[in-house]
């Protein structure tokens, strides 16, 4: 494709995206998260999504969260659950309270194993035993939307990326009506993983999930946790500014740039962004790829 023909500079489709947030632990923490959303709600995102910690431990503060976007502000708030640690009753009384705080829109997983990652998981007993069960019962419960994982590199524990989008179909025969990926930085990886999973027959929204690289010894570290593989080009580049956040800031914004928009060159128009509770960067990865605040996108 020579540059003329590229979608991301001329012709750039519609793009729309969603954020993820994490739930504050603290007041200073929950402040920055609201200027973080007044930032990034004008972009009118398709939604916003807020995590679920490890074993359920965030619990009420995810519902206090997602329950204040909905009461709160326009945007269609999401609320991750997961099966840890919990019974089924326990989870649907979950579900229930997110019904009745107005939200809509689930995003359901199984959740890591409660001694740590790299051990094995054990279903809660009389809990429900995969994310496949969680998105039914999800279903069974309300007029829910149920968003799920994908593993471009496939899950940790899965024997194989075939094995993985067999668990991937099943949670679409059980309800879900999207998939956001685990991050990655080799565009192929996922766009050969969504080839295959449009093979498998699934034909689901497969939203890439976007990491904005704030801090690389930190996203290494999670990366090699998660099973999502840093190349090395990508620690070259940020190679010897480990003392120079400025810098570190400018090589960010360029290695996502580039990545989304090579994603657009490929026909990629929805984007989830992992936020971290941060803005800047991921507000001008936006402003990259086309968005305006609403008021200006009115005024146009
Ligand atoms: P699953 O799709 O359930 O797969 C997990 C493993 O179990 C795979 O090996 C799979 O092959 C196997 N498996 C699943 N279902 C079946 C089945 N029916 N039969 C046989 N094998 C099966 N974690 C949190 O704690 N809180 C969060 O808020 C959170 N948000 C996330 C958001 C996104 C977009 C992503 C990609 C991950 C998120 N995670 C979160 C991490 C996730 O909980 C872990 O990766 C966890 O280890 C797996 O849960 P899952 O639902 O992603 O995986």
Sequence with gaps: MNSAERPSRNGQPRI???????????????????????????????????????????RERTHNTVARLAAETLLKPAAHLTCVAATRDEVDDVIRAYGRAGVRHIVALRGDPQDGLGTAYRAHPGGYDTSTALVAGIRKLGDFEVSVSAYPEKHPESRSLDDDIDVLAAKVDAGATRAITQFFFENDSYLRYVDRVRARGIDIPIVPGIVPVQNFKQTANFARRTGASVPQWLADRFEGLEDDPATRRLIAAAVAAEQVLDLVDHGVEDFHFYTMNRADLVYAICHLLGLRPRQHADAA
């Design 16 to 58: 729309r995206v969603s954020f993820e947030f994490f739930p504050p632990k603290t007041p200073e923490m929950e402040t920055s998260l609201w200027e973080c959303i007044d930032r990034l709600a004008p972009l009118s995102p398709s939604f916003v999504s807020v995590t679920y910690g490890a074993g359920g431990s965030t």
